[in-house]
């Protein structure tokens, strides 16, 4: 059985990945796509207050097992869109270990911060200042193959340009190129 393909988004809080999430599964025309993010498993959690150190244990946890179920999704032949936030180094270096980097177009949702701080402020469910804090964090690794900006362009755009391009993925892909960088070389991951 071929593995599934993975198109995984990576911005900011409020950067519009899910909602070209959202579009990308009613514009991709081409096989069984399924949206995971990180969200979704951080609400399946416990509402129990936790300790600082028991939350942040919590939610390494939560993020290691996400990597894990994108990786046996598309091992088992799904096609996945993946929506997620890289702001911790450690993040980027797991996904890097665990999944197949070929099957990976590494997708950088951008927007710019005083876009994010706007779209934080209507939320009103995240912290202000989240988005800018993440920023250099998230895309501190340098590397995409393809890049989206939200701030010019609407999710449907984007999630069109992401379609056009899934055919024609590098070779090698962003993920095969920073794991050799960052993992076989051990490069260190700055951010």
Known sequence: MASGRIIFLNGTSSSGKSSIARELLDVLDDGVFF?????GFNA???KRPLG???LDAALRRTRMG???S?????EA???LVVDHVLSEPWRLLDCLAVLRPEDVLFVGVHC??????????ARGDRPPGLAAHQYGLVHGHGDYDLECDTGTASPRECAR???DFLPHRPDPTAFTRLRHRLLDGREPLTG
């Open 52 to 54: 600082a150190e028991e």
């Open 112 to 121: 710019p911060p005083d876009e994010l701080t706007r779209r934080e402020l």
């Open 44 to 46: 399946m959690r416990t």
């Open 161 to 163: 340009q992401i379609r």
């Open 35 to 39: 949206h995971l993010a990180v969200d």
């Open 66 to 68: 996400f990597h894990r």
């Open 77 to 79: 032949g799904n096609d």
């Open 70 to 74: 994108i990786a046996a999704m598309a």
